[in-house]
């Protein structure tokens, strides 16, 4: 089992940044490929970036791409987001998410753990 704890999360203007946290807790945390989705209440969820456990390969969605970065530091058990030029179309709750393996899947079923989220909103 692997615990997530997502951070970071608040109320910004549009054009501002913000950096979410995700903790990891339970099985070795280097041995699993990271993501951060997003869902809004009564909305599909919708993937956002991964990163394999190594950092070496990234992935991102069209929509982000440019603005946001996703990293992980293993000694520390934790993967970041960090938002850049956010926009009101940013808000959502964002979750992390962790499965085994080396392939970074872009849909939410793949992956095994589940943070509890942790919301974003974006004022224009």
């Known amino acids: 089992q692997v615990q997530l704890v997502e951070s970071g999360g608040g109320l910004v203007q549009a054009g501002t940044s913000l950096r979410l946290s995700c903790a990891a807790s339970g099985r070795t945390f280097s041995g699993y490929a990271m993501a951060w989705f997003r869902q809004a209440p009564g909305k599909e969820r919708k993937f956002v970036a991964a990163i394999s456990w190594s950092g070496g390969s990234t992935r991102y969605a069209d929509s982000v791409e440019g603005r946001f970065t996703i990293s992980r530091d293993n000694a520390k058990n934790t993967v970041y987001l960090q938002m850049n030029s956010l926009k009101p179309e940013d808000t959502d709750v964002y979750y992390c998410?962790?499965?085994?393996?080396?392939?970074?899947?872009?849909?939410?079923?793949?992956?095994?753990?589940w943070g509890q989220g942790t919301q974003v909103t974006v004022s224009s």
């Open positions: 998410a962790a499965r085994g393996g080396t392939f970074l899947y872009t849909v939410g079923d793949e992956y095994n753990f």
